[in-house]
């Protein structure tokens, strides 16, 4: 089992650029999101799914979007990079009951100049 | 809403000498409690969890926790460190109904001195 995959782990946008993150699971896992880690803010919530064909928004979602065609595949679109998407992303994905937490992907670094 | 506060930015501890990591949360109802572990450049790895049973739960790499409602606290412990515990240390809750969504501390910085 690979568990959660990030691509790529490292990229580097001009402001203004759009640019798409890619996640895929194989542990048919319902629950899918996208954190953003930046030093000392924690891990913050962009976008959730429940399920195939089913998103919602998180704490800080605005310059984000996401979509879920399939139960293993839960893409992040940033649509114009700005200097202030520069961060650590997470893709973490859990069972719908969440009685073991999450499995988190290894991330991306993303920097936009 | 849930949410996790953990109130240290960094724990310095001398090695071998017990650490413990605080946390409370604020959640309606019972709650699923999580800790997590980043070491540099690499995503979360699970801990250990409290979901329902005994307060003091058991977790990986030699860890515990102790779960305590009255006081809404969920510290992170271990008896002894190694100097390779130092690492970022998150906790987390969720209520127990609704999705699975997860609320994160802001993190906790060890320092296991050798």
């Known amino acids: 089992n690979a568990g959660v995959t990030q691509t790529p782990k490292f990229q580097v946008l001009k402001t203004g650029q759009s640019m798409t993150l890619q996640c895929a699971q194989d542990?048919?896992?319902?629950?899918m999101s996208w954190y953003r880690q930046d030093p000392g803010m924690g891990l913050r919530l962009i976008h959730y799914s429940v399920g195939a064909g089913i998103t919602d928004q998180g704490e800080v979602p605005n310059g984000y979007n996401v979509s879920r065609s399939t139960t293993e595949d839960f893409p992040l679109r940033l649509l114009s990079a700005a200097p202030s998407q520069t961060s650590v992303y997470f893709c973490?994905?859990?069972?719908?009951?969440?009685?073991?937490?999450?499995?988190f992907g290894s991330g991306t670094r993303l920097t936009v100049v | 809403a849930q949410s996790v506060a953990q109130p240290e930015d960094q724990v310095n501890v001398a090695e071998g000498n017990p650490l413990t990591v605080k946390c409370t949360y604020s959640?309606?109802?019972?709650?699923?409690l999580f800790w997590y572990v980043q070491y540099p450049n690499r995503g979360l790895q699970f801990l250990l969890k409290?979901?329902?049973?005994?307060?003091l739960v058991k977790g990986s790499y030699g860890f515990e926790a102790e779960f305590n409602k009255s006081q809404t606290s969920f510290h992170l412990k271990k008896p002894s460190a190694l100097v390779s515990d130092s690492a970022l240390y998150f906790c987390?809750?969720?209520?127990?109904?609704?999705?699975?969504?997860?609320?994160f501390g802001k993190g906790n910085q060890v320092v296991v001195i050798p």
């Open positions: 973490a994905t859990g069972t719908r009951q969440g009685l073991r937490g999450y499995t």
């Open positions: 542990m048919n896992h319902e629950y």
């Open positions: 959640v309606s109802g019972n709650p699923y």
């Open positions: 987390a809750v969720r209520a127990p109904y609704g999705n699975n969504r997860l609320a």
């Open positions: 409290y979901i329902t049973g005994d307060n």
